[in-house]
């Protein structure tokens, strides 16, 4: 353990040599050499999920050698200043789900009107036990919901999307990032896939519930809300995906309750 432990520490520190500022981390706006991969990087991924073009992190460029921002907090984090969520954040009431760990003291920097961070299981006595399948708030309480990666663990994605929306303002958004395959026409989960070893072959990861196809925006917009998805090349045109560490495929996944 010791040794994969000095590994890492080793890696890290090499990837931070940053001689011809190959990479560059928006959150702790540092250069690097490269990005750490996530385990044995996309190669390493389960066959199915290669064979389906899963969308989701960019497993080759996942975390940042010094500060450990992973790839879909600095797109988010992206996305959120290019949308102008992040500079207009100081009127709004947040509610943040799994709230990672960098991004979110960003957010609290920016002194939001009303900032909750929440987690099924938290780990931080700062963040509140929320259960996105009941959330204990009145009808209408906050102006945006971040809930990032969330979905694809949830036992049923229908009734937490139904109190997403229940609990968003007119006019508020929620962030709902969550991995997906384009040629996958329709989400899918088997009750039979009932392992962690079935559920990262089916689904790419031993926690997930269901692999999202193409049919994730019908998903969410079926409870009313609105889509206002952008795309990198949309949002992000003058950011090259790679230099950045982020995945170019994998679209803003933004939503809100029209009037």
């Known amino acids: 353990m010791r ?27 540092h250069h690097a050499d490269t990005f750490l991969p ?12 290669r064979v ?9 460029q996942f975390e940042c050698p010094w500060c ?5 907090e600095r797109h988010l984090l992206m996305y959120m200043r290019a949308s102008g969520i992040f500079d207009n954040i100081q009127s709004m009431s947040v509610l943040h789900f799994a709230p990672e760990q960098r991004l979110s003291k960003l ?7 009303r900032y909750i961070k929440c987690d099924l299981y938290p780990t931080a006595p700062d963040t509140e036990r929320i259960d996105i399948l009941a959330i204990p708030f009145m009808d209408k309480s906050f102006d945006l919901i971040i809930a990032n990666h969330i979905l694809e663990h949830v036992v049923d994605d229908t009734k937490a999307l139904q109190e997403v929306w229940r609990t968003l303002k007119v006019g508020g958004r929620a962030i709902l990032q969550t991995p997906y395959s384009q040629k996958l026409h329709h989400t899918w989960s088997d009750p039979g896939i009932d392992t962690d070893n079935a559920c990262l072959q089916a689904y790419g990861q031993e926690d997930h519930v269901r692999l999202f196809g193409r049919d994730i925006f019908e998903r969410i917009t079926s409870v009313g809300l609105e889509s206002c998805v952008s795309t990198h ?25 029209p009037a």
């Open 3 to 29: 040794k994969i432990k000095l590994y890492k520490i080793l890696r890290a520190l090499t990837a931070r040599v940053s001689i011809f500022r190959k990479h560059y981390c928006v959150v702790c706006e």
């Open 68 to 72: 450990s921002a992973h790839d879909r």
């Open 233 to 257: 090349d949309q949002l992000l045109p003058q950011y090259d995906p790679k230099e950045y560490g982020v995945n170019g495929k994998e679209p803003f996944f933004l939503f809100k309750r």
């Open 107 to 113: 957010i609290f920097s920016q002194n939001p009107a």
């Open 52 to 60: 389906l073009d899963l969308i989701g992190s960019n497993l080759d």
């Open 38 to 49: 996530y385990r044995s990087g996309w190669q390493g991924a389960p066959p199915l999920m």
